[in-house]
């Protein structure tokens, strides 16, 4: 009965070496499996964390150039925070007279210019674009648009 005894406490006294092997081997697969679906994501919101700076970027940008006048400022740069904004605008073929609400001219001419746009974040070029400005500027007195 001894002998019997020991044989099947041998028997059922746990892992053999090769279980524990292909134990640890599907552990391991499970981690890299983890570990790369992991890393994917994390790649992917680094790309989406930049494609949101460079679109807040941008708008910064087209909102500062909405207050520009070509006119007077046809090329420049200005630090906005981090960001860096130069441009450079080149006048269209289009100009004509400012008109009221009657129709009727006012003492100012409009023009068109196109706008090159370069938007830069810590020395680092995020976006170029281009955009068209209207400009304007006082080409009459008072006294010519009342008397004519």
């Known amino acids: 009965m ?3 005894h020991r044989i099947k406490s041998r028997s059922q006294s746990g892992f053999t070496l090769l279980e524990a092997v292909i134990a640890i081997a599907i552990f391991a697969m499970g981690a890299t499996a983890l570990f790369a679906w ?15 700076q460079r679109v807040s970027a941008v708008e910064s940008a087209v909102e500062f ?40 001219r006012t003492i100012n001419e409009a023009s068109l210019h196109r706008a090159s746009v370069s938007v830069y974040r810590d ?3 995020l976006n170029n674009f281009d955009l068209t400005l209207l400009g304007m500027r006082q080409v009459r007195d008072m006294s010519d648009v009342i008397f004519n």
Do not use: A, F
């Open 123 to 125: 020395q680092r070029l």
């Open 38 to 52: 992991v890393n994917t994501n994390l790649i992917t919101l680094n790309r989406v964390d930049e494609i949101n």
């Open 2 to 4: 001894n002998i019997q």
């Open 65 to 104: 150039m909405s207050r520009v006048d070509p006119i007077t400022q046809p090329t420049g740069k200005v630090q906005l925070g981090q960001l860096l904004i130069e441009w450079e605008t080149q006048p269209l073929e289009y100009r004509g007279d400012v008109l009221d609400e009657q129709n009727q």
